[in-house]
C-alpha cells in the first residue's frame, strides 16, 4: 500500500469515526491538549514530517524556520516533560504548523478508533459522560500495515536536523 493511499484511508475512517461521534467528539482546532509531551513516531511518519517541513519551507519560509527552531530546542532537552509542547504545534494558535503531514498517533487521536483489536487512546475531554458501550459505538476499525509501525523516533527528533 503506497502512502499517500494508506493516508487517505485512514483519513477517511477518522471522518467516519468523527461522523459517528457526533457532539461527544469535541476537538477543533486550538484544541491541543493531545500536543503536548513526548510520544513516540514510525520512521513512515518522519519521513512525511520531513517532506511537510519541505512543503512549507516553500510556501512559508519563516513559519518553518519557528518549527525548525522549536523541534531543535526539543531535541536538545535532556527529557521532554508530560507538558511539553510538540515542537509542530504553533503556540500563538494552538493548531499543528504540519497538520497535512501530522503522524499517524496524531491523526487517530480524538475519536475512538481500532486496529488490531486494540482500542487507541480517546482523547480525555471527548466523550465526557459516555459509558463505554456508547464509545464502542462509535469506534471504527482501521487495518494498519506494519510498515506503518516500524521504527520509533521523536517528532523533534525527526525533524532537528
Sequence with gaps: MGNGEFIQIVDAAL????????????????CCECCRGPFAISDRDAVRLRAGLAELEKSDPARADRVRDRARATAALPA????????????ETGTCDLYSARPF????????????GDAVGVCELCFEGATQEEIAACAVDLAVPDEELNGETLIALALAQ
Design 80 to 91: 521532554m516533560g508530560d507538558d511539553d509542547p510538540c515542537p509542530v504545534l504553533d503556540p
Design 15 to 30: 471522518a467516519e469515526a468523527a461522523r459517528k461521534s457526533g457532539a461527544w467528539l469535541v476537538c477543533r482546532p486550538g
Design 105 to 116: 498517533t496524531c491523526r487517530v487521536f480524538g475519536p475512538p478508533i481500532q486496529w488490531g
